[in-house]
């Protein structure tokens, strides 16, 4: 069908672009538009709100709750509703998309089982929540296949291929051994000519053992990535995010009275954007992308032919704007630990990376002053408490001689572009206008790359900060 000159994009659909009829119909709209120029490869997310509920079918099962069947009972009516909507019932695709819910239904009931019986455990987590994407891909592949069109597709799971490391929840992948196993086993599916495009299910893989892992948040948009990574060497590929947003902007729309598009961003630039506040991508998937300059785009599911989009590539485009972009997060929490002593205590900072690290704690920021008296860090709210009792509890930092101060009302704002490497005097500027408008700047961080300047501000300051530099540097004209 296609006269695809070795070109391959791999589409990610999330689950707001399989809610109904009409949205499937808008998916089947998008193959079309591509199919003739290129292979495809199609990820896709669980129906919206799948995940959560699956989530709480695990967690019920382990407090015996009688809740249980009536969520499977809820997960189940979710997918028969979309079934009975969107195929015609006398296509034997209707027939096949049944069986194969009922089939994955009473799986999941016989787990729900064995998670009464045995201790909770992350692993058995991860499968439950794994049937999501498997039923949605099997549906969404089903349906390609129902349609008058002739384009004929292929369901895989990505745990057949995707191989992560054993930390359920939030796993990582193993690229090379990956990679092997897509060129030996999906290339063939390709290029075959019985086949027009692959659905393969995103957020989840398996270990080396075939433990069922997930990926974590973003974890479809990572699969996108992964797939595209491994078959670089095969063909010409591309990745579209298809989201129901534009692409990134150069603010949070929330916070910034003003706003643009970002037309073209480097993937230096994406992953500092997306670590600091901008939920469109996850860094990890973009780090992904950048291994092999994939490019990327992050294209609006609504309006699929318009111009207005985001295209992320290893090129650092060079223009008059030196800051290409100003987040936020707006909800954090300041941790500050002081004390003479830890000039004569060599390690300070390793012991205190060491003990956040090992309780899954993710730092955004870090500050020390250079006499080595304090360490300033930031972490995510909800870690507070947790990080508190760590602190107090330890055997180095509990001790007296160490000052620990937590902060709940402050807030993070990261000024970003790659021209700043090349601009003397951005930092100081920053400061200056942050002044002039009576925003006190708590604690600084700046990265080698010099590629952002992260600002620690009182929460109260957080809109009026971001406004005032997005006025003094992005919008001059």
């Known amino acids: 069908m296609s006269h695809y000159n070795g070109n391959l994009i791999v589409m990610k659909f999330g689950g707001s672009c399989l809610q109904d009829a009409k949205s499937f119909n808008q998916t089947m709209k998008i193959i079309q538009m591509y199919i003739k120029e290129s292979k495809l490869i199609i990820v896709t997310s669980a129906l919206k709100g799948i995940t959560d509920k699956l989530i709480n079918f695990y967690k019920k099962s382990c407090d015996e709750a009688t809740e249980c069947e009536y969520l499977l009972e809820n997960i189940y009516n979710m997918h028969k509703n979309t ?16 069986d194969f819910l009922d089939d994955n239904i009473e799986e999941l009931s016989q787990l729900g089982r064995i998670v009464r ?3 909770p455990s992350m692993d058995i987590q991860d499968i439950i929540v794994s049937y999501g994407e498997k039923l949605s891909t099997f549906i969404v592949s089903q349906y390609i296949n129902s349609q008058e069109c002739g384009i004929k597709s292929q369901f895989i799971s990505s745990d057949e291929f995707i191989i992560t490391d054993d930390n359920f929840g939030r796993a990582l992948p193993l690229l090379d051994e990956t990679e092997e196993l897509f060129i030996k086993n999906v290339i063939p599916i390709l290029e ?14 398996s270990t080396k053992d075939k433990k069922i892992t997930t990926l974590g948040r973003g974890g479809t948009d990572l699969t996108a990535a992964i797939v595209a990574y491994c078959l670089k060497s095969k063909y010409n590929v591309k990745v579209i995010y298809w989201k129901d947003v534009r692409g990134f902007l150069n603010a949070d729309p929330r916070i910034s009275k003003k706003t643009a598009l970002l037309k073209n961003i480097s993937y230096i630039e994406a992953k500092e954007l997306a670590f600091f506040g901008s939920k469109v991508l996850h860094p990890v998937c973009l780090d992904v992308n950048e291994k092999r300059s994939i490019p990327s785009e992050i294209r609006t599911f609504e309006n699929p032919e318009s111009e207005e989009f985001t295209t992320i590539t290893k090129e650092v485009i060079r223009d008059e704007k030196i800051i290409k972009a100003i987040t936020s997060i707006e909800r954090l929490s300041m941790v500050t630990i002081e004390s003479g002593t830890m000039i004569s205590l060599p390690g300070t900072v390793s012991k205190l990376f060491s003990l956040l690290g090992n309780d899954n704690i993710n730092i955004k920021f870090i500050s020390q002053s250079s006499s080595e008296n304090n360490i300033t860090f930031g972490i995510d709210i909800e870690d507070a408490m947790k990080v508190s009792f760590l602190l107090r509890n330890s055997d180095l930092f509990g001790k007296q001689w160490f000052n620990i101060k937590i902060d709940h009302d402050i807030s993070l704002i990261a000024v ?9 005097g951005i930092a100081g500027k920053v400061f200056t206008t942050l002044g002039n408008n009576n925003i006190n700047v708590r604690a600084i961080a700046q ?16 809109r009026k900060a971001v406004n005032v530099l997005y006025d003094a540097f992005i919008n001059q004209s």
């Open 416 to 424: 970003i572009g790659a021209g700043m490497l090349h601009t003397p």
């Open 117 to 119: 019986l045995l201790r």
């Open 192 to 205: 075959s000519d019985a086949i027009d495009l692959i659905c393969i299910t995103g957020f989840y893989g």
């Open 83 to 98: 079934i009975d909507e969107i195929f015609n019932e006398n296509k034997p695709e209707y027939n096949d998309s049944l």
């Open 447 to 462: 990265g080698s790359s010099e590629l952002n300047i992260t600002i620690i501000v009182e929460r109260k300051d957080c």
